[in-house]
């Protein structure tokens, strides 16, 4: 099956509204302007009692400026314009601190394998992935700004300025913001705020620092926001904070409650709130029933704003739900039976839905084919899964999501291997390490089945070593690499 051709994909009929089904919640219930002087003045400074003090030198004045750090006294009678304007550099750093934007918040890369390279080239592929024509890039926008700031982590200040730029145009007021208009409308105040903190910091660290004082008189401070552009300082930090590995989502958890605290009625921070809950079950407490307050946060945002991110991830939490109790009451599923076959249906309901809006999204479709993939018949559709991953890969033909699901159906519903290790090893080769376990256990599965014999409990034990090597060091490229030798063990003979 060749599923890197383009398609046009039509969906098989349209859904009815974001609805809540009956009966699910008792189920899941069991279970600052800164004034400073620029050119019409120099600054001084005078040390009083260990407290630094900045005062205005009108330039008409005469004379210069002495620093006596010991007597706080000050005196007219000899230059000392070095000292004064390190001093003033000084004092504009201690100023930028005080802004909000990945560069104050202290983000930290996850695991040693992490690097300003890795994460750019990740968020670059997630930017292909979500692009939607006619409405405000919001997504793109923050993830912009993580790029934005790991240039500059890495020293190119060029690639830095102009990922800067580029968020900056997605605030045009004059351009159209689609769903996102209330939303932009709202928060535009907070969003100014975090593109010129990050402008300030790059002009300072680029040593125009009349230019990034400029800047800093334009910046709104928190404390004088309303509730809905605070709340948005901590969404945003939120979002960039989620893109920083599991650490960083459970900040990011703290982040939103902030948010929601603030603006209960914006329908982005229920929605996050609800993915990072998510994000965080499926790492360490994988087999559980997705809980209440996460499934609730999704209907939130799906009832507040019919956006087709937060249907499509609601819907995925549904399909989570509705498996999670099965497993758990396989042995007495009578009394629950309606109650997943309702939670099933919600499902692929919700998924239609998602289509329907946004069709032409590779993040849709991809979700959309895992999904219609991973139901349980009578709600699985392989046809539409296939048809979804077509187009995801028409549209992002390097995502590794796409191609992990492309490898998924070629191997478990076309029984071609061959595709199916293509697609695992591009899915892998993007980050995608679960992937590189799925083409292991291929090339394992052939090596016993072609030449009859079978692995020796030697690597066995080193297979296993490698499954939880994986575990522990987060799937990440050493891992791997190490796991990858390990399956190439000697094998015995019967």
Not at 297 to 311: D, F, G, P, R, V
Request: with cysteine; proline share 3%.
């Amino acid at each position: 099956m060749d599923l890197s051709d383009s398609c046009a994909l039509s969906n098989e009929r349209s859904s009815p509204p974001v609805v809540q089904a009956d009966g699910v919640d008792k189920v899941t219930a069991t279970l600052e302007n800164i004034t400073l002087a620029d050119t019409k003045s120099k600054n001084y400074v005078t040390v009083v009692q260990n407290t630094v003090q900045y005062h205005s030198i009108e330039s008409t004045c005469s004379g210069t400026v002495q620093i006596n750090s010991h007597s706080g006294e000050t005196s007219e009678t000899e230059t000392q314009e070095p000292v004064a304007a390190i001093d003033d550099e000084n004092f504009l750093r201690e100023q930028l601190k005080s802004l909000e934007c990945p560069f104050t918040w202290n983000l930290q890369n996850e695991g040693r394998h992490e690097t300003s390279d890795s994460i750019i080239t990740r968020l670059s592929e997630k930017i292909e992935e979500i692009v939607e024509e006619g409405a405000f890039q919001w997504r793109t926008f923050t993830l912009l700004l993580i790029i934005c700031y790991e240039n500059f982590r890495k020293g190119d200040i060029t690639e830095a300025w102009d990922k800067q730029r580029e968020c900056e145009k997605y605030l045009n007021p004059s351009d159209s913001k689609g769903i996102y208009e209330s939303f932009f409308l709202a928060t535009k105040d907070a969003l100014f705020h975090v593109i010129y903190a990050c402008k300030c910091h790059l002009f300072f660290e680029s040593g125009v620092l009349n230019e990034a004082r400029q800047t800093l008189h334009s910046v709104c401070k928190f404390e004088e926001m309303d509730n809905s552009c605070k709340a948005a300082i901590w969404g945003v930090r939120a979002v960039v904070s989620m893109e920083y590995g599991y650490q960083g989502t459970k900040a990011a958890v703290e982040y939103i409650e902030k948010a929601l605290e603030l603006d209960p009625e914006q329908g982005e921070w229920h929605f996050l709130y609800g993915k990072c809950l998510g994000r965080i079950r499926r790492i360490y407490n994988f087999n559980e029933i997705p809980p209440q307050k996460e499934l609730k946060a999704l209907e939130n945002a799906a009832q507040m704003t019919k956006n087709a991110s937060y249907i499509i991830f609601l819907a995925q939490a549904y399909r989570e739900a509705s498996f999670r109790v099965f497993s758990i009451h396989r042995n007495d599923l009578a009394p629950l039976k309606g109650e997943i076959d309702k939670m099933c249906e919600r499902s692929a309901e919700l998924y239609r839905l998602a289509l329907d809006l946004r069709g032409e999204c590779a993040h849709i479709n991809i979700r959309c084919a895992q999904g219609f993939c991973k139901l349980p018949y009578p709600h699985k559709n392989i046809a539409l899964a296939k048809k979804c991953c077509k187009k995801a890969l028409y549209l992002a033909p390097n995502n590794a999501m796409a191609n992990h699901v492309a490898g998924s159906i070629c191997e478990k519903y076309e029984s071609d291997l061959q595709s199916a290790k293509k697609y695992y090893q591009m899915a892998g080769d993007q980050g995608a390490y679960g992937a590189f376990m799925d083409l292991y256990r291929l090339k394992y599965n052939e090596v016993t089945k072609v030449s009859h014999t079978f692995i020796s409990p030697h690597a066995r034990t080193n297979y296993t070593i490698f499954i939880c090597m994986t575990e522990q060091d987060g799937l990440n490229n050493h891992s791997v690499y190490h796991g990858a030798q390990y399956l190439q063990m000697p094998i015995s003979n019967c």
